[in-house]
């Protein structure tokens, strides 16, 4: 039998190291592109989350596009091996109807779509609005709320409360609010604020792209602000009901940014909760290299103690990981958190622009520390650039989301990755 020389048999080993890793790398992220917006009457510039019902079909928003350029609810539906959009409404675009949707859908048991626009109704203060299906096809909007006054205006994405009712916020008023479904067939809907921040010490501006509250299961509602708090750089807070119908809604502010190389700086994404009470969430800014952190607090071991925070991951703003991470997290059933960067990444994009976006994963590993991996790396005309709005994550655990700009035409993408 021929002698093989060491350095041969290390060669052959390196190589098979490298095929293995090649081949978990590929396994880590399979992408596709599902849908291109841009082409003929279709929707132009997806910001909010994507939105998933039983059957598999997806549904969001445009900030434009649509026969009056003023913005689209579009359906992406599995046809085959491959996909279908549809533009479900095209928003009119004046004072007395609906324009500029930025935001997340929610969707009842019956099957109506929930959302909101930054403008439109009264005096450009935004509304929200219904799409219903209708017997035979097609959808059926109405206007359930248009925002003007003490009520806020501008809003951000929805939560649908268990009890029918709708929660969200505004960026201008500083208002936290519900809208309560009519009480009888056929009245209306009855708005009530929940909370005004003072643009101070108690929060100043609840961001409105996509930044939708979440709830426990005591009915407490958890965002952010990307101003005000402590330190003037935003905060995480928590809103608890009253003990009695009678009493007022109350902030507690769990945690303020301060916005220095060891802290993160301007949250503006959704954040999301674990089993344990721990939340999870996203800064643009801040952290060692200014280009925004992923983070945790937690919950104090004792009663008046106060609440915790732990970097996760700090974003170095170059083409390693990304930066700018605009929109908050995903948690699939082990712990590990999705999101992505709005910059960054290896990608060059339309008009030679360096760095148009990532997918990231954040992974515990034990003890306290977490591993970062890029997934994907947007390159502009192929697969689209600058994702805004959050991932929606399925029963199996692969990734839904929307880029704002790139693509076959320009405008933006739906895409799918399988980690």
Same mark, same amino acid.
């Given at each position: 039998?021929? @002698?093989?020389?060491?350095?041969?048999?290390?060669?052959?080993?390196?190589?098979?190291?490298?095929?293995?890793?090649?081949?978990?790398?590929?396994?880590?992220?399979?992408?596709?592109?599902?849908?291109?917006?841009?082409?003929?009457?279709?929707?132009?510039?997806?910001?909010?989350?994507?939105?998933?019902?039983?059957?598999?079909?997806?549904?969001?928003?445009?900030? &434009?596009?649509?026969?009056?350029?003023?913005?689209?609810?579009?359906?992406?539906? $599995?046809?085959?091996?491959?996909?279908?959009?549809?533009?479900?409404?095209?928003?009119? &675009?004046?004072?007395?109807?609906?324009?500029?949707?930025?935001?997340?859908?929610?969707?009842?048991?019956?099957?109506?779509?929930?959302?909101?626009?930054?403008?439109?109704?009264?005096?450009?203060?935004?509304?929200?609005?219904?799409?219903?299906?209708?017997?035979?096809?097609?959808?059926?909007?109405?206007?359930?709320?248009?925002?003007?006054?003490?009520?806020?205006?501008?809003?951000?994405?929805?939560?649908?409360?268990?009890?029918?009712?709708?929660?969200?916020?505004?960026?201008?008023?500083?208002?936290?609010?519900?809208?309560?479904? $009519?009480?009888?067939?056929?009245?209306?809907?009855?708005?009530?604020?929940?909370?005004?921040?003072?643009?101070?010490?108690?929060?100043?501006?609840?961001?409105?792209?996509?930044?939708?509250?979440?709830?426990?299961?005591?009915?407490?509602?958890?965002? =952010?602000?990307?101003?005000?708090?402590?330190?003037?750089?935003?905060?995480?807070?928590?809103?608890? $009901?009253?003990?009695?119908?009678?009493?007022?809604?109350?902030?507690?502010?769990?945690?303020?940014?301060?916005?220095?190389?060891?802290?993160?700086?301007?949250?503006?994404?959704? =954040?999301?909760?674990?089993?344990?009470?721990?939340?999870?969430?996203?800064?643009? @800014?801040?952290?060692?290299?200014?280009?925004?952190?992923?983070?945790?607090?937690?919950?104090?071991?004792?009663?008046?103690?106060?609440?915790?925070?732990?970097?996760?991951?700090?974003?170095?703003?170059?083409?390693?990981?990304?930066?700018?991470?605009?929109?908050?997290?995903?948690?699939?059933? =082990?712990?590990?958190?999705?999101?992505?960067?709005?910059?960054?990444?290896?990608?060059?994009?339309?008009?030679?622009?360096?760095?148009?976006?990532?997918?990231?994963?954040?992974?515990?590993?034990?003890?306290?520390?977490?591993?970062?991996?890029?997934?994907?790396?947007?390159?502009?005309?192929?697969?689209?650039?600058?994702?805004?709005?959050?991932?929606?994550?399925?029963?199996?655990?692969?990734?839904?989301?929307?880029?704002? &700009?790139?693509?076959?035409?320009?405008?933006?993408?739906?895409?799918?990755?399988?980690?």
């Amino acid at each position: 039998m021929p @002698d093989i020389s060491l350095s041969t048999r290390k060669s052959a080993v390196l190589a098979l190291v490298f095929l293995t890793l090649s081949a978990a790398a590929m396994a880590q992220a399979k992408f596709a592109v599902l849908h291109a917006f841009g082409s003929g009457s279709d929707g132009r510039g997806p910001w909010g989350q994507l939105l998933a019902d039983k059957a598999g079909n997806f549904y969001g928003t445009t900030i &434009g596009g649509g026969p009056n350029n003023v913005g689209t609810v579009f359906e992406v539906s $599995p046809s085959g091996s491959s996909w279908t959009e549809s533009v479900l409404y095209s928003f009119v &675009g004046n004072n007395l109807n609906l324009q500029g949707p930025q935001s997340n859908l929610v969707m009842d048991t019956a099957g109506n779509l929930y959302g909101t626009t930054f403008w439109g109704g009264i005096n450009n203060g935004g509304t929200i609005f219904e799409l219903s299906p209708v017997s035979g096809g097609g959808w059926a909007e109405t206007v359930l709320f248009k925002f003007q006054g003490k009520s806020g205006i501008s809003p951000g994405g929805l939560l649908l409360g268990r009890n029918g009712a709708l929660y969200g916020t505004t960026l201008w008023g500083n208002t936290a609010y519900e809208l309560n479904p $009519p009480a009888v067939a056929g009245g209306s809907w009855t708005g009530k604020v929940l909370f005004t921040f003072d643009a101070g010490s108690n929060g100043n501006g609840p961001f409105y792209e996509g930044a939708a509250l979440i709830s426990d299961k005591h009915g407490n509602l958890y965002g =952010v602000t990307y101003l005000g708090g402590a330190y003037g750089e935003g905060e995480v807070f928590e809103l608890s $009901p009253p003990a009695t119908q009678a009493g007022a809604w109350t902030e507690t502010i769990l945690f303020s940014f301060g916005g220095y190389t060891t802290d993160g700086r301007v949250p503006t994404g959704a =954040v999301v909760m674990d089993a344990a009470g721990n939340i999870y969430g996203t800064t643009v @800014d801040g952290g060692s290299s200014n280009a925004g952190t992923v983070f945790e607090i937690s919950p104090p071991a004792s009663q008046g103690q106060p609440w915790t925070e732990t970097l996760l991951h700090t974003f170095t703003g170059g083409t390693s990981d990304g930066s700018a991470p605009y929109a908050g997290l995903v948690m699939d059933r =082990v712990g590990n958190l999705y999101g992505v960067t709005y910059s960054g990444g290896t990608g060059l994009c339309q008009f030679n622009f360096p760095g148009c976006g990532t997918v990231f994963k954040v992974s515990p590993t034990g003890g306290s520390t977490w591993t970062t991996t890029v997934l994907h790396n947007f390159q502009g005309s192929s697969d689209g650039e600058f994702p805004y709005g959050g991932l929606m994550i399925n029963g199996v655990g692969h990734l839904f989301g929307t880029t704002s &700009g790139g693509g076959k035409y320009g405008y933006g993408t739906v895409f799918e990755i399988q980690p």
